[in-house]
């Protein structure tokens, strides 16, 4: 008898600064040290052409139907080359943003119609959904404090308050309309705090997903 994990789809969310990418490669440590074989991804990009459209992305002006429109042309890319085939393959994917992204950027944020974001969700994926979505919230002070600290600012990292507030709560009314799937980590404590929390929701996820041959 061996046991496996049966695959899984994990996506990290959150506004600019949120802590998304900083938390990414400690769940792929810790899966990893536990058996799981993993692709670690992110959007938009993900692929080569993922990438290039990325490039557009955080650095031209667009309209904002324009700027979804290449985000999910970038996840339809992603998810025919890198995320359907690894889940195919039993091995687990966790992306740096995936739809909800768009939701609460172009939706929240940028005030595009929802109705047509749920339109190109159900186009581009119909049947997929992340089993565990972990939403990295803060502060938009906290986190804007956060980035002024690293690097140069892209697009969207530019943009002012309102924009991050609207962007966070659609985060929060993503949210709030899927808690099956979706955990809310407060991102104003330590790195360390959150580890000890990602880890305790990443062991019951485990258990969940355990199947034995
Ligand atoms: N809990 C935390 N406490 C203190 N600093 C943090 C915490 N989490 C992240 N940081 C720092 O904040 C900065 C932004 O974090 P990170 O790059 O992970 O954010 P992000 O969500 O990936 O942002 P972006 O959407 O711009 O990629 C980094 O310098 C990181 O070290
Ligand atoms: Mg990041």
Known sequence: ?????QARFITFEGIDGAGKSTHIGFVADYLRQRGVTLVSSREPGGTRLGEK???LLLHEKMHLETEA???FASRREHIAQVIAPALERGEWVISDRFTDASFAYQGGGRGMDLRKM???EAWVHPHLQPDLTFLFDVPLEVARARLDATRA???FEQEQADFFA???NEYLR???QFPQRFRIIDSTQSIADIQVQLAKLLDVLLAQSTVTR
């Open 1 to 5: 008898m061996t046991q496996q994990h």
């Open 166 to 168: 609207a962007t966070r």
């Open 53 to 55: 459209l990325r490039e």
């Open 174 to 176: 993503r949210a709030a």
């Open 118 to 120: 749920e339109q190109l």
């Open 69 to 71: 429109l290449l985000m």
């Open 153 to 155: 600012l892209d697009k």
